[in-house]
């Protein structure tokens, strides 16, 4: 059974573009909140928190993150789910859209990206566990189970989100160049 076979996204043009921008506003955001969070102990920031994956490394993060510093980590956490929302809907969308426009005989590709799409919303999931992990690590949790349940939660994350978005781009690439040979038919 592949996903979303009903759903036609052809008229989700409009909502893909207004969450591709919102994420794009929310990733700014990030960016701001997170300059802050690059330390010794943490060179990516919050990637780093997300991958550390013991709790040792996690407590390490955390103790150069004191003072206002911590403070930048929560907000930057809660536009993170924020980011969420939004990055789950548009590459979705993304995904669906272009799959939609692909040719009869690109079948395949048109199905990879129906299966895409579910995929960035499981990234979606994924990540709203990695956060609360990493939550509960800011707010005093010395549960050692949490720092690799974020790690092992980011990895297929940012896997699945890479998949779609190298999706979105070749199939971008693909339906750009159709409708370059269809209107240089036509004209």
């Known amino acids: 059974m592949i996903p979303f076979i009903g759903f036609?996204?052809?008229?989700?043009?409009?909502?893909?573009?207004?969450?591709?921008?919102?994420?794009?506003?929310?990733?700014?955001?990030?960016?701001?909140?997170g300059s802050a969070l690059v330390t010794e102990?943490?060179?990516?920031?919050?990637v780093s928190f997300e991958l550390v994956g013991t709790l040792a490394g996690s407590q390490g993060i955390i103790d150069s993150w004191q003072g206002p510093t911590m403070t930048w980590a929560g907000i930057n956490l809660g536009l993170d789910f924020l980011f969420i929302f939004l990055y789950g809907l548009a590459i979705t969308l993304g995904c669906?859209?272009?799959?939609?426009?692909?040719?009869?005989?690109?079948?395949n590709l048109k199905t990879l990206g129906r299966w895409?799409?579910?995929?960035?919303?499981?990234?979606?999931?994924?990540?709203?566990i990695e956060n609360i992990s990493l939550i509960l690590l800011l707010t005093g949790s010395e549960n050692v189970f949490l720092p690799p349940l974020a790690r092992w939660m980011a990895?297929?994350?940012?896997?699945?989100?890479i998949l779609s978005l190298l999706y979105i781009v070749g199939a971008g690439v693909l339906d750009l160049?159709?409708?370059?040979?269809?209107?240089?038919?036509t004209a």
């Open 155 to 161: 990895l297929p994350k940012f896997g699945l989100v």
């Open 116 to 128: 895409l799409a579910l995929g960035t919303l499981i990234a979606a999931g994924l990540d709203v």
């Open 41 to 46: 102990a943490a060179p990516g920031g919050i």
């Open 177 to 185: 160049m159709n409708r370059t040979k269809l209107s240089s038919e």
């Open 96 to 107: 669906l859209i272009l799959s939609d426009r692909m040719p009869v005989r690109f079948q």
């Open 8 to 33: 036609h996204a052809q008229s989700k043009t409009q909502p893909f573009w207004l969450l591709l921008g919102l994420t794009v506003v929310t990733i700014v955001g990030m960016q701001i909140t």
